[in-house]
């Protein structure tokens, strides 16, 4: 589980990196055209807008799994020890949650309603669906490193009962 987690990532963190490079290439060449030629390119604001929509989600859920989003930890750091490990899986299954049940399957309904009605982007004639496909892709991505949480704090709870035990008398 390990290994994947690292593999995703390498991938995810590559992919945020070429959509950020991207949108700072778009907007330079929306000033670039505007203020220059004197003749504003016509996809530029559209393309920014669509990117920094992918690159915050897609960012939100590489959060998720380096464990920098916005969290409460005061909790589960009081608890300490075993009771502190399973707040923490309790509190993973309410993240499996939400990214199952809104970010897939109501994000898989957003982009199958987009696509089935065909609506499309003004300027880059761009399937709208296309746009909302990252909420789903978010949602898997959140679910597995929640799912690689969980089993880390499973894994703590199996290994280390003596320690986590002997941590909360203190």
Same mark, same amino acid.
């Given at each position: 589980?390990?290994q /994947?987690?690292?593999y995703?990532?390498? /991938?995810?963190?590559?992919?945020?990196? #070429?959509l950020?490079? /991207?949108?700072?290439?778009?907007?330079?060449w929306?000033?670039?055209?505007?203020?220059?030629?004197?003749?504003p390119?016509?996809?530029?604001?559209?393309? /920014?807008?669509?990117?920094? $929509?992918? #690159?915050?989600?897609?960012?939100a859920?590489? +959060?998720? !799994?380096q464990?920098?989003?916005?969290?409460?930890?005061?909790v589960?750091?009081?608890?300490? !020890?075993?009771?502190?490990?399973w707040?923490? $899986? #309790?509190i993973? +299954?309410?993240?499996?949650?939400?990214a199952v +049940?809104?970010? $897939?399957?109501g !994000?898989?309904r957003?982009v199958?309603?987009q696509?089935?009605? !065909?609506?499309? %982007?003004a300027?880059?004639?761009?399937p $709208? @669906?296309?746009v909302?496909?990252?909420?789903?892709?978010? @949602?898997?991505?959140?679910?597995?490193?929640s799912?690689t949480?969980?089993? @880390?704090?499973?894994?703590?709870?199996?290994?280390?009962?003596?320690?986590?035990?002997?941590a %909360?008398?203190?």
């Open positions: 589980m390990d /994947a987690k690292t995703v990532d390498r /991938a995810l963190g590559t992919i945020l990196i #070429v950020m490079a /991207a949108s700072v290439v778009n907007v330079l929306q000033v670039f055209t505007r203020f220059v030629m004197g003749d390119s016509s996809f530029t604001q559209e393309l /920014a807008r669509f990117l920094l $929509i992918w #690159v915050g989600v897609l960012g859920g590489y +959060g998720v !799994g464990h920098d989003h916005l969290a409460l930890e005061l589960p750091e009081k608890m300490g !020890g075993r009771a502190g490990e707040l923490q $899986i #309790v993973q +299954g309410f993240i499996i949650l939400f +049940g809104v970010l $897939i399957v !994000g898989l957003l199958y309603i696509l089935s009605l !065909g609506q499309t %982007s300027s880059l004639n761009l $709208i @669906g296309y909302y496909l990252v909420l789903p892709l978010t @949602g898997v991505i959140i679910t597995f490193y799912l949480h969980v089993s @880390g704090h499973l894994r703590t709870l199996r290994t280390d009962t003596s320690a986590l035990d002997s %909360s008398d203190e």
